[in-house]
């Protein structure tokens, strides 16, 4: 991500902590129901108890708390790229290890899955959003032992904010599948976005990526 873009977003996230504080508001993630759907669709890549997990673009830590919630005890780790939102989550939750972190510009350990929620739909003023989140996608799978799960706006829908990026679930399917043989796609649940998940390659299929 470009310099500027990122500090568009930092800007972005700032200006809505001032407005909002500590509130699901400040993250534009909906309501509290439909960012559970959204949890239960990123655990489902197969997150269980004994797990690390990776949160990229973790905001308040709010899924360490879903996970929590659920009775599934993870070695837990937030990273996002806002010091404010990471300063709340760190204060929240602090037995979870959180971090101000950018993975493309600063190199990570690895870990079991690495998922993220709604943290890459606004749209890029200086690069291209298919660009942008193919470099996410290998980052993050070079980084996992077993599984990415990343949701994305869908362009399957009625309106677009001209502030939103609304990704073809169908061009990032074929990202993905570049990355690896092994891709699942989520688009059955009720709301405007999808989540697409991928586990580690296998050998076997003639012409290889």
């Known amino acids: 991500m470009q310099a500027s873009d990122k500090k568009r977003i930092i800007e972005r996230y700032d200006e809505r902590f001032r407005q909002y504080a500590d509130d699901i508001r400040t993250l534009a993630s909906g309501t509290e129901e439909r960012r559970q759907l959204r949890f239960d669709v990123l655990a489902e890549v197969g997150i269980c108890s004994g797990s690390s997990v990776l949160d990229l673009g973790c905001g308040?830590?709010?899924?360490?708390?879903?996970l929590k919630?659920?009775?599934?005890d993870c070695s837990y780790t937030g990273y996002d790229i806002n010091p404010t939102?990471?300063?709340v989550a760190r204060g929240k939750y602090p037995e979870a290890n959180f971090e101000v972190r950018d993975i493309q510009s600063e190199d990570f350990t690895a870990f079991d899955f690495i998922v993220s929620s709604s943290a890459f739909n606004l749209r890029l003023a200086s690069q291209d959003n298919y660009a942008f989140i193919e470099e996410i996608l290998k980052l993050c799978y070079a980084h996992s032992k077993r599984g990415v799960a990343v949701d994305?706006?869908?362009s399957y829908v009625d309106f677009e904010s001209p502030e939103a990026f609304h990704y073809s679930p169908e061009q990032v399917f074929s990202i993905a599948k570049r990355i690896t043989k092994r891709v699942a796609l989520r688009h059955d649940y009720p709301l405007y976005e999808f989540c697409v998940y991928l586990y580690p390659d296998f050998q076997g299929w003639r012409g290889g990526q």
């Open 85 to 87: 939102l990471i300063d």
């Open 152 to 154: 994305l706006l869908t």
């Open 60 to 66: 308040f830590g709010d899924f360490y708390a879903y």
């Open 69 to 72: 919630r659920r009775g599934l």
